[in-house]
């Protein structure tokens, strides 16, 4: 597993991961791989997924085609965006997308995080997405990181400050988390401009 924050504040977004990949009881730490990203960027959204590595790969390549539908701006858009993809992923990627039993719906396989101009998400395989105020966390260092950030949220100065608290606390009690961090801060667009003084 992984683990994926996001935090707001003051103005600013940002998502973080931690660069640890795990295959059972192997451990394969950043410094032996080049690809050890866990976050994508399409446009200008930065995606964190958990779950296997492959899920990052079909994301990727998916909207890598300019044509396919990408709106991350609501919780109402993420989910018509992965909506319209879902069909794409079970016949192009061969995603398996059989519900499991007593589910109502097909599954996507995706679960994770997002943060971009429009603030911080959480996707779920369901294709709904949540919005957050100050912060969330994923993977299997969620709850170690989510109480982390809640006592570090009001002292915090930014939101990277934040985000990191909360991937330390991860690594240092969950077994498939792992630094070296990665980072990433992004303006919201409802910060407060700076105000610009006029000419006399």
């Given at each position: 597993?992984?683990?994926?924050?996001?935090?707001?504040?003051?103005?600013?977004?940002?998502?973080?991961?931690?660069?640890?990949?795990?295959?059972?009881?192997?451990?394969?730490k950043a410094q032996h791989i080049v690809n050890k990203t866990k976050i994508a960027k399409i446009e200008d959204t930065y995606i964190g997924l958990v779950g296997t590595s492959a899920s990052l790969v079909v994301l990727n390549s998916y909207f890598a085609n300019p044509e396919r539908p990408r709106n991350f701006?609501?919780?109402e858009a993420i989910f018509?965006?992965?909506?319209?993809?879902h069909?794409?992923?079970?016949?192009?990627?061969?995603?398996?997308?059989?519900?499991?039993?007593g589910e109502e719906y097909e599954?996507?396989?995706?679960?994770?995080?997002?943060?971009?101009?429009?603030?911080?998400f959480a996707i779920?395989?369901?294709?709904?997405?949540?919005?957050?105020?100050?912060?969330?966390?994923a993977g299997s260092g969620r709850d170690y990181a989510l109480g982390a950030m809640q006592a570090a949220y009001d002292k915090g100065k930014t939101a990277e400050e934040i985000a990191r608290?909360?991937?330390?606390?991860?690594?240092?009690?969950?077994?498939?988390?792992?630094?070296?961090?990665?980072?990433h801060n992004i303006p919201l667009l409802s910060a407060p401009?700076?105000?610009?003084?006029?000419k006399k």
């Open positions: 597993m992984s683990t994926i924050v996001v935090a707001q504040k003051n103005g600013v977004a940002c998502i973080g991961a931690d660069t640890l990949s795990c295959l059972g009881s192997l451990r394969q701006s609501s919780c018509e965006t992965f909506r319209h993809a069909a794409w992923l079970k016949v192009e990627y061969f995603m398996s997308a059989a519900p499991d039993k599954t996507t396989q995706f679960y994770g995080l997002m943060a971009n101009a429009h603030g911080i779920y395989s369901y294709r709904s997405a949540q919005q957050f105020h100050k912060f969330w966390a608290i909360g991937l330390e606390a991860a690594a240092e009690f969950d077994s498939a988390t792992s630094g070296p961090f990665e980072l401009k700076p105000k610009t003084r006029r």
